[in-house]
């Protein structure tokens, strides 16, 4: 037999609380007042057609196919049709305001830091004997055995074997300090010389740098990068007094 419990709107403040969230929460509202204020100092405005594309899109990011579904994820949610609208014209108001302030600004930040955004695609064994990859760097070196062959001999896991030890497109964040340093300064196809890290000794074979290209895709994530750092500088400056909630 199913049991009924009511949460309140005081559970979930307290739950809010006592999850240690509410720096967070508040960190959000603050960013949402500047975002509105500075979008009205600046005379932006949204467009009907704008809204409608943007509930578009967010329906379909949700997978929101009909009104029986939306109506359910807007209750999950604790969503009125107004909020949802609200939601819509926040999201769309916010993408304009990051491009109004630094979309003449993205072509520069790439030029500067374009190094950041290319890509690796390379295979990897880890071992866990150094002089173990140096034998094998030296035996695929003189051509006594392949680096597929070494993947297939010394990786447990079997769908990374079974993959030869690709690692798939990697940029420098997945990598660790000394990995990245030395990946990103090969010429591919390059096999380079075992590298020591806390996890073991890396056989890795560099397939592939992939130079960066600057598409409609890096242009939003640079835009964005750039507002969210313009948002915590803005924030901040701000003195924030919050009411006693307890």
């Not at 704008?50 to 509930?55: C, D, H, K, S």
């Not at 896991?157 to 300090?177: A, F, Q, T, V």
Request: charged content about 25%; aromatic content about 8%.
């Amino acid at each position: 037999m199913s049991k009924f419990l009511a949460v309140s709107q005081d559970d979930i403040i307290n739950e809010i609380k006592l999850s240690c969230q509410i720096p967070t929460i508040v960190k959000s509202i603050i960013s949402r007042k500047i975002i509105i204020d500075v979008a009205q100092e600046t005379g932006i405005k949204v467009e009907t057609k704008e809204l409608q594309e943007a509930a578009d899109s967010l329906r379909m990011m949700n997978k929101l196919e009909n009104a029986e579904v939306t109506w359910s994820w807007l209750q999950k949610h604790g969503l009125s049709l107004d909020d949802f609208e609200e939601l819509v014209y926040y999201n769309v108001l916010s993408s304009k305001l990051a491009e109004h302030l630094f979309a003449d600004k993205v072509e520069q930040f790439f030029v500067e830091n374009q190094l950041d955004y290319a890509q690796i695609v390379m295979y990897e064994v880890v071992f866990d004997d150094l002089d173990l990859a140096m034998e094998m760097f030296y035996a695929i070196q003189e051509g006594e055995i392949t680096f597929p062959e070494v993947a297939h001999q010394y990786i447990q896991n079997d769908e990374i074997r079974r993959c030869g030890g690709y690692k798939g497109i990697l940029s420098r964040i997945n990598l660790k300090p000394e990995i990245s340093t030395a990946v990103f300064a090969a010429t591919p196809p390059q096999l380079l010389k075992p590298i020591v890290t806390s996890k073991g000794v890396h056989f890795i074979n560099v397939e592939e740098i992939i130079i960066p290209q600057l598409n409609k895709t890096l242009h939003l994530k640079i835009i964005s990068h750039l507002f969210s750092e313009w948002l915590n500088q803005q924030f901040e400056k701000i003195k924030i007094e919050v009411e006693d909630i307890c």
